[in-house]
T-cell receptor, first 114, second 116 residues
Framework: DTGVSQDPRHKITKRGQNVTFRCDPISEHNRLYWYRQTLGQGPEFLTYFQNEAQLEKSRLLSDRFSAERPKGSFSTLEIQRTEQGDSAMYLC????????????FGPGTRLLVL | AQTVTQSQPEMSVQEAETVTLSCTYDTSESDYYLFWYKQPPSRQMILVIRQEAYKQQNATENRFSVNFQKAAKSFSLKISDSQLGDAAMYFCAYRSPDNYGQNFVFGPGTRLSVLP
């Protein structure tokens, strides 16, 4: 296993369109996190899963955002009716459920909304 | 809510020299975890070092070490014998204990340049 992968790496879309990103975690990891990172800032937590259960969502997360992890393996993050303010890097990270687990990050999907 | 502050937006260091990056955080919890992550340009974030708050001994990983001052809520990263490959954004991160939510809180980052 070579680490966390994300697809696509880059996405350009027009305002109002829907986009979906995929994250494949490290195979034995049961926790999966989504973050948003804007230029020059640290990652901002969006949501996380333990197996297939979505356990926490940021209060900042608009209802246009939805995430799934149907079989407890890969996850998708969908943004509906994209806005220019959604332009950012979307990072996925995975970890193993142990005390104080370390998160391993994917390369991210860079979204540009025109 | 926990917050993480990195007061140095940019730092530079001469190759082979030592540099210290600062991080402070705010929490009312007594047990937690702290991390330093490195994000090279256009590359993915990788873990540099981690510290459990219940451990008094400062963590060390090769050329990287931390100065953890729990009472002062300070968690600085020291990079010794700096190399060109150390140039990156460095993020300090805080994680609550297991029963208090699972999200990490990241600082705004420090951009480190290494001068040849």
């Amino acid at each position: 296993d070579t680490g966390v992968s994300q697809d696509p790496r880059h996405k350009i879309t027009k305002r109002g369109q829907n986009v979906t990103f995929r994250c494949d975690p490290i195979s034995e990891h049961n926790r999966l996190y989504w973050y948003r990172q804007t230029l020059g800032q640290g990652p901002e937590f969006l949501t996380y899963f333990q197996n297939e259960a979505q356990l926490e969502k940021s209060r900042l997360l608009s209802d246009r955002f939805s995430a799934e992890r149907p079989k407890g393996s890969f996850s998708t993050l969908e943004i509906q009716r994209t806005e220019q303010g959604d332009s950012a890097m979307y990072l996925c990270a995975s970890s193993l459920l142990v005390s104080g687990e370390t998160q391993y990050f994917g390369p991210g999907t860079r979204l540009l909304v025109l | 809510a926990q917050t993480v502050t990195q007061s140095q937006p940019e730092m530079s260091v001469q190759e082979a020299e030592t540099v210290t990056l600062s991080c402070t955080y705010d929490t009312s919890e007594s047990d937690y975890y702290l991390f330093w992550y490195k994000q090279p340009p256009s590359r993915q974030m990788i873990l540099v070092i981690r510290q459990e708050a219940y451990k008094q001994q400062n963590a060390t990983e090769n050329r990287f070490s931390v100065n953890f001052q729990k009472a002062a809520k300070s968690f600085s990263l020291k990079i010794s014998d700096s190399q060109l490959g150390d140039a990156a954004m460095y993020f300090c991160a805080y994680r609550s204990p297991d029963n208090y939510g699972q999200n990490f809180v990241f600082g705004p980052g420090t951009r480190l340049s290494v001068l040849p």
